[in-house]
């Protein structure tokens, strides 16, 4: 069996990181699988980029433009959404033809338009697609916030400036994906139970075969080490405790850093003790607009992409914040999970499948400053430490390795090809 697996990135982005890790999977489980993106980032033989131009570029301005130009030219989630007019046409590339099953996961930004799409289907080979959101069950956007249109008709967009039109880019994208998804079966696949329960609930996946596989993760990497020498490699002193906030940008209000600094104002209000003794460390683009806006001792890194380094760092501290008013299985809470990290986040998307309420971290009511205080305080000083670290770490190892979920990939792929019957 032939699996090609196609992102827009091959590192960059919480999708591609989850991309390259199934392919890593599929690839140690005997499966005969490429990757084609965008942007490689490795030299990895089995990852195969697309011809770069200038053309590509031009692609992906014009389709910012068109959003823009109906956003009445303000920037407001400008990146927020995609219209998928601008792409590749891929069914020539031999890794396409010689492919068995074609594996779509985010392929947003000029990866792969409608046209491609509609190609890629009346290729009529079996086609999976995992979602890392919700931008195939929706007009246009990612994250559909409070809205539900998508369940019957996009339209008068919340996303577009002064709530769009009748017919505005929402509706006509959604208009055109229903005629899309009409012309082959796809197997769509969420990585959490929240976002394949919402992708049922949309008029466009009607008829379609919907399922849950969470993503992998090489738990013989991410895994508990010695916590004095991930701090020392980490640059972190040996003493006190340490909370961990990481996104590729910190100042993204979907990552919720505003409610962290709430949160860790109470904490350092209610019990000054800690002030002292207690740090964050915070990772990503935009770390210094953490560092004067909490009373705790900030260590700003800069955004980690190797691998041994992160491992370094969930190691290093005592629990890893996710504040995230909107996510779907995030790789941080797996990565920190994996490394005996117990995580708090609030309840929300496929942070309560992955967090055990007081099992192996905390799961705070939504929006709650003080809950989430609350998580922060528990974890880190009332709790049984170890025990929540122990089953952390088991957690992981027996839901998401890497054979666990490529055998139920292989399963899928069996049933999408016919070779189960």
Not at 218 to 236: H, Q
Request: net charge positive.
């Amino acid at each position: 069996m032939r699996v090609l697996i196609i992102n827009t990135s091959e590192k960059t982005g919480g999708a591609a990181v989850a991309a390259s890790r199934l392919t890593e999977a599929l690839k140690n489980n005997g499966v005969k699988v490429k990757m084609l993106v965008r942007d490689k980032q490795t030299d990895q033989i089995n990852v195969v980029p697309l011809r770069r131009s200038w053309l590509s570029l031009a692609k992906f301005v014009w389709e910012r433009v068109v959003i823009w130009k109906a956003n009445r030219f303000k920037r407001n989630n400008l990146f927020a959404v995609d219209i998928a007019n601008t792409g590749n046409d891929i069914t020539h590339l031999p890794e396409f033809t010689q492919a068995d099953i074609i594996h779509i996961h985010w392929i947003n930004q000029g990866m792969l338009s409608l046209k491609d799409l509609r190609k890629i289907f009346q290729s009529c080979k079996p086609v999976v697609w995992t979602m890392h959101d919700m931008w195939p069950f929706t007009g246009i956007c990612h994250y559909s916030k409070d809205c539900n249109k998508y369940e019957t008709e996009c339209h008068n967009c919340p996303m577009i400036y002064r709530g769009g039109s009748k017919r505005d880019l929402s509706y006509q994208v959604f208009r055109r994906k229903k005629k899309l998804y009409t012309l082959s079966p796809i197997t769509f696949v969420g990585c959490s139970k929240w976002l394949a329960g919402k992708a049922r609930n949309s008029a466009l996946l009607q008829g379609h075969h919907i399922t849950n596989i969470p993503n992998p993760i090489n738990t013989n990497l991410y895994r508990p080490r010695d916590v004095s020498e991930a701090r020392i490699k980490a640059g972190l002193p040996i003493n006190g405790k340490f909370i961990l906030f990481g996104s590729f940008k910190i100042t993204d209000k979907r990552k919720g850093v505003d409610y962290l600094i709430g949160a860790c104002n109470i904490l350092a209000e209610k019990h000054p003790e800690m002030v002292k003794n207690l740090g964050v460390v915070v990772f990503g683009k935009d770390c210094d607009y953490i560092k004067d806006r909490i009373p705790f001792h900030v260590y700003p890194l800069d955004y980690v992409s190797n691998e041994h380094d992160l491992v370094n760092i969930y190691n290093a501290v005592d629990l890893l914040a996710i504040p995230s008013l909107e996510d779907n299985l995030p790789n941080t809470v797996m990565e920190a999970m994996a490394c005996g990290t117990p995580c708090v986040g609030f309840q929300v998307g496929g942070i309560p499948e992955m967090i055990d309420h007081l099992h192996n971290g905390y799961v705070a009511k939504y929006c709650s400053y003080e809950d989430f205080a609350n998580g922060l305080y528990w974890t880190l000083q009332e709790s049984e430490y170890q025990s929540l670290s122990d089953e952390a770490s088991r957690k992981v190892a027996n839901k998401y390795s890497e054979s666990a979920i490529a055998k139920k990939y292989i399963d899928i792929y069996n049933q999408a090809t016919g070779k189960d019957a």
